[in-house]
């Protein structure tokens, strides 16, 4: 069973960076995610990227944020530049395979984000 495990967050101010840091243990997934959830609010995919390098990003960290995957570590690191207080949230890590849909992947415990103006 495949196992993930995140790093990283914590308090930023406005306009700072953070790196989100996951590492899945098993075979490597088709595709590995950052997700959030803030607060009252449902959790949204941030950034993907899949084994073989395609990448997608949420439109609201689009040109601020960047995924990076090491598919023979199994990692995928999360690059928050310009951090909003709206980017405040609980993240996600998250491993699933080829032809599953997020409800069925491995997700960590999460880490929080927390981005002061």
């Known amino acids: 069973q495949v196992q993930v495990v995140e790093s990283g967050g914590g308090l930023v101010q406005a306009g700072g960076s953070l790196r989100l840091s996951c590492v899945a243990s098993g075979p490597i997934p088709h595709t590995m995610g950052w997700h959030r959830q803030a607060p009252g609010k449902q959790r949204e995919l941030v950034a993907s990227v899949t084994s073989g390098g395609i990448t997608n990003y949420a439109s609201s960290v689009e040109g601020r944020f960047t995924a990076s995957r090491h598919n023979a570590k199994n990692t995928i690191d999360l690059q928050m530049n310009s951090l909003k207080p709206e980017d405040t949230a609980v993240y996600y890590c998250?491993?699933?395979?080829?032809?599953?849909?997020?409800?069925?992947?491995?997700w960590g415990q999460g880490t929080q984000v927390t981005v002061s103006s």
């Open positions: 998250a491993a699933r395979r080829w032809g599953s849909p997020w409800s069925g992947a491995a």
